[in-house]
């Protein structure tokens, strides 16, 4: 039987209202399930913690005012725990901030690699 690679994409730059990153994501989901076998988890802040159970995990995070729907993380252990709990084989995270951290964390104690890559620049 072949095992399936299993990639998790981590970011804090994903709200129902928002746009680059979050659209970037999805669009790299919709391709990745049309031309590959590998499975995809998205890790991203939402109101609560939930499992979708299609692959898209949110995890309670405070909301940033006037900001379209973004959400600011405050605990990167949880994060951390959260993402060695869904044992990707490789994580991707798109954030300088307290995913950023989680997925290093979580890669160390997973013994995986991780990459990163920012998209934007919140201070401005």
Do not use: N
Not at 38 to 63: Q, W
């Amino acid at each position: 039987m072949a095992l399936t690679m299993h990639l998790a994409d981590v970011t804090m730059f994903h709200a129902p209202e928002g746009g680059g990153v979050g659209r970037y994501l999805h669009a790299k989901r919709t391709w990745l399930r049309r031309h590959t076998t590998l499975r995809h988890t998205l890790v991203v802040p939402g109101p609560r913690d939930e499992d979708y159970g299609d692959g898209e995990i949110e995890l309670a995070a405070s909301r940033i005012p006037r900001s379209g729907g973004y959400r600011f993380p405050l605990d990167p252990m949880r994060w951390s725990r959260r993402i060695v709990a869904a044992a990707p084989d490789l994580i991707e995270c798109a954030d300088p901030y307290v995913p950023a951290h989680a997925a290093l964390d979580a890669a160390d104690r997973l013994g995986i690699p991780a990459l990163a890559f920012c998209h934007s620049d919140l201070v401005r």
